[in-house]
């Protein structure tokens, strides 16, 4: 069985940052795509990130965050700079059992619980 815990969310004041971590278990996940996404209250599931052996960003990340994985720990971490308060949501890590980016919630297979990041001005 897949498990996704995240972990590393979150008060943090504007300006500020955090690194979220996912750690997954109950398959091999190097031929996987990762992902973080993140849902405000009243809006939709939306991409932040996702990784194969390349990288791909939502426009409002890039510049900002830095995803990566570490296929040997079974690991992905979301390194989250120059916060704010529009950073404001539940982020989710999850997996897509295929290889390839994607910005559809749909294609993605697995997910974790979530993890509350709050940023205040």
């Known amino acids: 069985q897949v498990q996704l815990v995240e972990s590393g969310g979150g008060l943090v004041q504007a300006g500020g940052s955090l690194r979220l971590s996912c750690a997954a278990s109950?398959?091999?996940?190097?031929?996987?795509?990762m992902a973080w996404f993140r849902q405000a209250p009243g809006k939709e599931r939306e991409l932040v990130a996702s990784?194969?052996?390349?990288?791909n960003y939502a426009d409002s990340a890039k510049g900002r965050f830095t995803i990566s994985r570490d296929n040997a720990k079974n690991t992905v971490y979301l390194q989250m700079n120059s916060l704010k308060p529009e950073d404001t949501a539940v982020y989710y890590c999850?997996?897509?059992?295929?290889?390839?980016?994607?910005?559809?919630?749909?294609?993605?297979?697995?997910w974790g619980q979530g993890t509350q990041v709050t940023v205040s001005s």
């Open positions: 999850a997996v897509r059992t295929s290889w390839g980016h994607s910005y559809y919630p749909g294609a993605y297979q697995h």
């Open positions: 990784i194969t052996s390349s990288t």
């Open positions: 109950g398959r091999t996940f190097s031929t996987d795509t």
